[in-house]
């Protein structure tokens, strides 16, 4: 029975929910069932540590940074066993994970030593001559992250980390099916230093908990992960507060004539079924040039026939199971209404529970939920196209977020592609794995995209403030 950690206090409560493992579906272990009232308690305390964060130097905020990314990798085994238990992950998917979330408390803790402050010269304005000023960074306050299941270290890594560096209080909200992990980092963030106020992992449903978070008006940060059903109902909900979202995306591989068969048939099988196909990432569509298409169907399906799904904890098992059996109902609804609009099924569409059976599918609908929606399971769409223009007429009728991977010998071409492809991202004969995060900025609209690295992250937990000096005589 897994507590609530709430300012530095762990906190029961009346009701326990199951963190059931998805391969065997028995349970894991059980965390407290938090609401509104645990939401308040932990508000009130993060705004007492919000002060204690402002006080700490931007060296002491690096020493906490660095000292948790210790104790993750000294935990690494803990941390991916347990990983696996939770999300059903395989064992080296896991082991990747935690490796990501030690490098960016890292990544965090160097960042912490680059100037906040920018100058600024009044002296450009006529009535400014003598003055001197600058622009400084300034914490939030307290600031909070709704997570999603499939990535729940590495993302906690992320929203945390930067928030601590711009010296913010955080409360963290984790998935209802994955929120073992990020309760352990909550402990390993008070072992490092972190003033306990300032730090709280809430448990329990994400339309109580998160809910309440959103409409909290003393938080005044809320990031969110998550699907795009729920993520573009929250601002109805946040008010005036800042708002960043990562929504659902979908993974776009264009094969064109001149690329290398084995590598995309090889990067197309890896990143479209690695965790089952539940990340943002996973390749979803594949475009390949018509005269490829015949060749690279039976690649795909030499590889497939070489999968293994079983226990995630097994080094030779390659297909993860499905996170619960909802995911998998859908799945399965989802293939079944495409084939009875006309697809047609090269491999799999078949479930296996917990396993939906790697899937290939082709001349799926237009109106088919596959085209439009990130399926979040181990499915590719097989297309083919004449001309690189042919593609990106296609690629710019999906209404979702795209992470494109272009494989191609003709550099003009891969420009080309890049320069005009819809996409939050363009990796050039390479998965679009990289850990480029997009954050959706609530106060531009969906479709604005801003990718940054660990400065900007810092910069956006953060508001300016600007310091002004005016004429001052020495005598």
């Not at 130097?57 to 948790?68: D, G, K, M, P, T």
């Not at 080296?92 to 402050?117: K, N, Q, T, Y």
């Not at 980092?185 to 490092?192: F, I, P």
Request: glycine share 6%; net charge negative.
């Amino acid at each position: 029975m897994q507590k609530m950690l709430i300012g530095g206090h762990l906190v029961g409560a009346d009701e326990w929910l199951p963190v059931l493992n998805p391969y065997t579906g028995e349970p894991v272990d059980h965390v407290a069932r938090g609401g509104a009232v645990q939401v308040d308690q932990a508000v009130a305390l993060a705004r007492h540590g919000a002060e204690k964060m402002r006080e700490l130097s931007l060296s002491q905020r690096a020493a906490i940074l660095r000292h948790v990314a210790e104790l993750i990798r000294q935990e690494r085994g803990a941390l991916a066993t347990l990983l696996t238990q939770e999300t059903g992950k395989l064992i080296g998917e896991s082991r990747i994970e935690v490796e990501r979330a030690a490098m960016v408390f890292e990544l965090a803790a160097e960042a912490c030593h680059h100037p906040r402050a920018t100058q600024f010269p009044p002296e450009s304005f006529s009535d400014g001559a003598s003055r001197f000023g600058f622009w400084a960074r300034e914490p939030m306050g307290v600031v909070a992250s709704i997570l999603a299941f499939n990535l729940p270290l590495a993302h906690a890594a992320q929203k945390t980390a930067p928030a601590i560096a711009a010296g913010n209080a955080v409360i963290l909200k984790p998935s209802t099916e994955a929120p073992l992990t990020v309760l352990r980092l909550g402990l390993l963030l008070y072992r490092a230093g972190m003033p306990p106020e300032a730090l709280s992992v809430l448990t329990g449903a994400g339309d109580e908990v998160g809910r309440a978070l959103a409409e909290h008006p003393l938080v005044q940060m809320l990031t969110f992960t998550g699907s795009r059903e729920v993520g573009l109902n929250l601002p109805l909900h946040t008010g005036a507060k800042r708002i960043e979202m990562e929504l659902d995306a979908v993974g776009v591989l264009a094969a064109c004539a001149s690329a290398d068969l084995e590598q995309v048939a090889d990067e197309a099988v890896s990143c479209g079924f690695m965790m089952a196909g539940q990340s943002a990432t996973s390749i979803q569509h594949v475009w390949a040039h018509r005269s490829l298409m015949a060749p690279l169907t039976d690649a795909l399906n030499a590889r497939l026939a070489r999968l293994r799904w079983g226990d995630p904890m097994d080094e030779t098992v390659s297909l993860a199971p499905l996170i619960h059996p909802r995911a998998l109902e859908r799945v399965a609804r989802w293939v079944d209404d495409a084939l009875q609009r006309g697809a047609h099924a090269l491999a799999g569409a078949k479930a296996e529970p917990p396993f939906y059976l790697p899937t290939l599918l082709t001349e799926a609908p237009p109106e088919s939920p596959l085209q439009s929606e990130a399926v979040f399971g181990p499915v590719i769409l097989l297309h083919t196209f004449e001309t690189p223009d042919e593609f990106l007429k296609h690629l710019s009728r999906l209404a979702i977020g795209v992470r494109l991977a272009v494989y191609t010998r003709d550099i003009a071409e891969a420009f080309e592609i890049a320069r005009h492809a819809r996409a939050l991202s363009v990796h050039i004969n390479d998965t679009p794995t990289l850990p480029i995060d997009p954050i959706v900025r609530g106060d531009m609209q969906e479709h604005h995209m801003c990718f940054e690295d660990m400065l900007q992250r810092i910069e956006r937990l953060s508001q300016p403030k600007y310091v002004g000096f005016g004429r001052m005589s020495l005598f």
